[in-house]
């Protein structure tokens, strides 16, 4: 742990993300969300509303989907914490995504890699959900775009194809 | 030369790989070097005189860049179709979230508490927040009567109609405001170069919205104002006009800075201060027949603008058009009216206006059979416009339309009957009772009447110097696929691949105006555009003698490449050119209201939980006619995300104000539909050619917005037997209606309602 008495000043603190470890100067409170996008540089992770309603933040922490939003980045030390830009070159994910392309799953795009992370995690959880499994898997993050629908036929193709291999 | 595989494809999205991997760049995505933060003061009461502005202790107050009204260099204004709405307030407020004040600084988190260190003071002025305290003139906050817009249109003689008339049936529909909630708030990055000039970049709809607006607001010429648009994240409209306001403060702050300056709103800034959907109001007066037909009608549309003009008058233009309906009205007078109070300017919303006089129309139509003793379908089909018969303006139904057999289409995918049936038979008694309910309902692409004639888009194509042509609009993606479908259009124009045309950033430096990125114009006007300007390409082409009438990919390449090398850059814009048929007058509101329209039929089923009050939506049935469909998967997930928008309109999203003032501007207490909460929404297509858009297309953005609400309710009153006529419609307000003795005594006996 990091030396942050009053944590009323900025102090260096280890990350682990995507496999690498990173030293950060943030301040403890400071969000997840906003040490990823604004010091790291890792765009992919999005802002939708800040108070955990939209999972447009989603990012994985120790395997767990967490909305980075609500995350102080204190919390986050010693953690393995992977955003889309880290699993780029996992073959499920891209299984995903490219499901994800194929049926319209992405519209306008704020959504998609929130989404996508809250349907790896679902199946990674559990690899062949159900329609009403994917639709209860994915409430927690909000699409205004698609109706999610095609969200839904999405990942459930993508499990199939998981399957399928 | 046509490929004749493209359109009607479902090629994959231009931009989708930059969404699917996280790449795409958004506004906020972007850094400039040296960029500050901008934040808004805003006024917090709804209407009264600014006395004095203080600047609070405990703030290095020279460290931020501070901006007022005095510091605007050109008018204060955000220009749009009035000058009315000023970009700072100068002297005084009109609704609690105008803006008075910018701040600026390098710090964002200092600069939420120097916005809190501000503090304003007034005289209180009345203020109204109502329709009705609106109509009645008691306070006059805008104009001379509180009225931005009145529309009279007329057809034939209706004063005659009542005493021919069997039945008068009367109703009054109320619509609520309806927050486009784009999961990407606004937001705008300003900066000047060296030589003083302007660049923007945002999220937003109309990049020549913008410019326009940034001229007038600086005082600068058009070439010294650049605005381009970044990867939007969701729009519906709400990124129509506003962003012109967001732009023009990043601006200001850039400009007493002298450094680049972001603007993103927080959610709770985003919901509270930016547009939303005109609460509306709709009264119905109709003549009918013994036999269901309607004889005649007088319909009263009235919306709340707000407190400054915005897009009203063009809102009320489309909804007073709509709020007859796919319906022949022999006679029919719909008065219709934009008046002001003191709330945020509500404004461009998905279906504008239409949504709310369809909302009416089709709950009035459940009315007329009922106390007809018919069907909704019946009651429907008696009534529906055949060709060649006119609309409400005189237009002339010019299309094959056979609205009958839209409607016997629905029923059948419904099973409409035999629920029905099914229903009433086994609802009495039950703790769950379940409904269904229909609507019929049409939208007008493109702009209305001769705005298409005044805006004279501009749009075309350029080859690159390796020979690549790519799209040059200033349509905008925001998700509904343009960049795909313009780039599908161009490609079997040109004879070539999807693959191998690009598209052009929206930036104004480098594309046309080829008009806003609204009213479902985008596929079939801008569309048609691009069919122009490559057959003007392939000429140029042929004409020198460097491509055949069949080529490759690669032939057409090489021949761009040598016509770039002796003739300089190969480019083609084309203009719209208003046809000769399509005529209108504005001053009369007669004549063509729009070049084409989309048909519609929707069945959705309910379940009304009498425990709990709750409405689920178990199935939905979106029929549509929309002319030929460029891109199967995109317009299915139009009509898909149009579905679930409408289903949050009707039965979840409820602003809650006070005093002018939104009170849930946050998505924990402003619910949107999930994925748990929506039904499997099933989308069928008819596909009419369309002589006036690309490849026959018509406009399907806005259509699937128009009719859930309506198919909805009347599903709920054929659940419980009780209507309701406003929305949103929450548990609560169920609950409220039967708890009521006379609704409770007619969920006992449901009303009538025949084959």
Not at chain 1, 109 to 118: D, F, H, R
Not at chain 2, 176 to 204: K, N
Not at chain 2, 529 to 549: F, M, N, P, V
């Amino acid at each position: 742990m990091s030396d942050c008495p009053q944590g009323r000043s900025k102090c260096e603190m280890a990350l682990r993300v995507n496999g690498e470890r990173i030293v950060v100067r943030a301040y403890p409170m400071d969000r997840l969300l906003d040490v990823l996008r604004g010091e790291l540089g890792l765009t992919g992770t999005k802002e939708g509303c800040g108070e955990g309603e939209c999972g447009a933040c989603s990012v994985l922490l120790d395997g767990t989907l967490v909305n980075s939003c609500l995350i102080p980045v204190l919390q986050a030390q010693d953690a393995e914490i992977r955003t889309i830009e880290g699993l780029r070159s996992d073959s499920r994910f891209q299984e995903l995504q490219e499901a994800f392309l194929e049926l319209g799953a992405a519209q306008c795009g704020i959504c998609t890699p929130g989404m996508l992370l809250a349907a790896f995690h679902l199946l990674t959880k559990k690899p062949q959900p159900t329609i009403e499994e994917i639709r209860e898997g994915l409430a927690g993050n909000l699409c205004r775009c698609t109706g999610y629908q095609q969200i839904v036929e999405a990942v459930a193709e993508a499990a199939w194809r998981g399957t399928a291999v | 030369m046509k490929n004749g595989d493209i359109i009607g494809t479902p090629v994959s999205r231009k931009e989708g790989r930059s969404k699917i991997t996280g790449q795409a760049r958004y506004v906020d995505d972007m850094a400039l070097p040296g960029m500050l933060y901008g934040a808004t003061v805003r006024s917090g009461i709804p209407r009264g005189k600014i006395n004095r502005i203080t600047f609070g202790p405990g703030i290095d107050w020279h460290e931020f860049a501070i901006v007022t009204a005095r510091d605007i260099p050109g008018k204060n204004c955000i220009s749009l179709i009035e000058d009315d709405q000023p970009c700072l307030a100068d002297g005084t407020v009109n609704h609690p979230e105008e803006p008075i004040l910018l701040l600026a600084h390098r710090d964002r988190g200092l600069l939420s508490q120097a916005v809190r260190a501000v503090s304003v003071e007034y005289d209180p002025l009345p203020a109204i927040f109502t329709l009705e305290e609106s109509e009645r003139l008691s306070e006059i906050i805008w104009g001379s009567d509180n009225t931005f817009k009145t529309i009279l249109i007329e057809k034939g003689d209706v004063d005659r109609v009542w005493e021919q008339a069997d039945h008068i049936v009367e109703g009054e529909y109320r619509t609520g405001a309806q927050e486009q909630l784009y999961i990407e708030t606004q937001g705008a990055i300003a900066a000047f170069d060296t030589d003083g000039r302007l660049t923007v970049w945002g999220s937003l709809q109309c990049p020549y919205y913008v410019h326009h607006a940034l001229k007038k607001l600086c005082g600068m010429p058009a070439d010294q104002v650049r605005v381009v648009q970044m990867e939007t994240g969701g729009a519906f409209g709400g990124k129509e006009e506003y962003p012109s306001m967001i732009a023009a403060h990043a601006a200001l702050l850039a400009l007493k800075s002298g450094k680049p300056v972001k603007i993103i709103y927080d959610r709770m800034e985003d919901m509270a201060a930016t547009t939303k959907r005109h609460p509306s109001r709709t009264r119905h007066r109709t003549a009918v027949a013994k036999d269901g037909k309607i004889l005649g009608g007088e319909i009263e549309f009235t919306i709340d603008g707000g407190a400054y003009e915005t897009l009203s008058p063009v809102v009320l233009s489309r909804g007073a058009i709509h709020a007859a309906g796919p319906y022949y009205w022999p006679s029919v007078r719909v008065r219709a009216k934009a008046v002001a109070t003191n709330a945020p300017p509500h404004g461009a919303f998905r279906g504008f206006g239409a949504p709310q006089s369809l909302f009416g129309l089709e709950r009035h139509m459940d009315r007329i059979a009922e106390v007809l003793g018919l069907s909704p379908i019946e009651i429907r089909r008696r009534n529906f416009l055949q060709p060649g018969q006119t609309m409400t303006t005189g237009q002339r139904v010019e299309e094959e339309i056979d609205l009958g057999k839209l409607l016997d289409k629905a029923v059948e995918l419904s099973d409409y009957q035999a629920k029905k049936q099914k229903f009433t038979g086994e609802n009495q008694g039950q703790d769950c009772r379940k409904g269904i309910g229909i609507a019929a309902f049409l939208h007008g692409a493109g702009f209305t009447g001769a705005g298409e004639r005044h805006l004279g888009s501009v749009a075309g194509l350029e080859v690159t110097a390796e020979g690549t042509p790519r799209v040059l609009v200033s349509s905008t993606e925001f998700g509904q696929g343009t960049e795909t479908v313009l780039c599908q259009i161009a490609a079997e124009a040109l004879g070539l691949k999807y693959e191998d045309v690009g598209f052009a950033q929206p930036d104004t430096a480098v594309v046309p105006n080829s008009g806003p990125t609204v009213a479902s114009r985008t596929v079939m006007v801008v569309g048609r555009l691009l069919e122009w300007a490559a057959r003007d390409i392939r000429r140029k082409l042929t004409s020198c003698g460097l491509l055949g009438e069949g080529y490759s990919p690669e032939e057409f390449r090489t021949a761009c490449r040598a016509y770039a090398a002796e003739h300089g850059p190969l480019r083609s814009l084309a203009q719209y050119q208003p046809p000769d048929d399509l005529v209108w007058d504005e001053e009369n509101y007669r004549g063509a209201a729009y070049a084409a329209y989309a048909w519609a039929v929707y069945v959705a089923q309910v379940t009304v939980d009498l425990a709990t009050y709750s409405v689920s939506v178990d199935d939905f049935v979106a029929l549509q006619e929309v002319g030929r469909v460029v891109n199967p998967v995109l317009a299915k997930g139009q009509i898909l995300g149009g579905v679930a928008q409408a289903i949050g309109f009707t039965l979840f999203e409820k602003v809650i104000w006070e005093k002018g003032r939104m009170q849930n501007s946050q998505m924990t207490n402003y619910i949107m539909p999930t994925s748990a909460d929506l039904p499997p929404i099933r989308v069928y297509f008819e596909e009419l050619a369309n002589d006036y858009g690309a490849h026959g297309a018509k406009g399907i953005g806005e259509l699937p917005m128009d009719g859930p609400a309506p198919a909805i309710l009347n599903a709920v009153q054929d659940a419980l037997g009780v209507p309701f006529d406003s929305i949103p419609l929450l548990p609560e307000d169920i609950s409220e209606a039967l708890s009521a003795g006379a609704a409770k005594r007619s969920l006992t006996s449901p009303a009538k309602v025949g084959p």
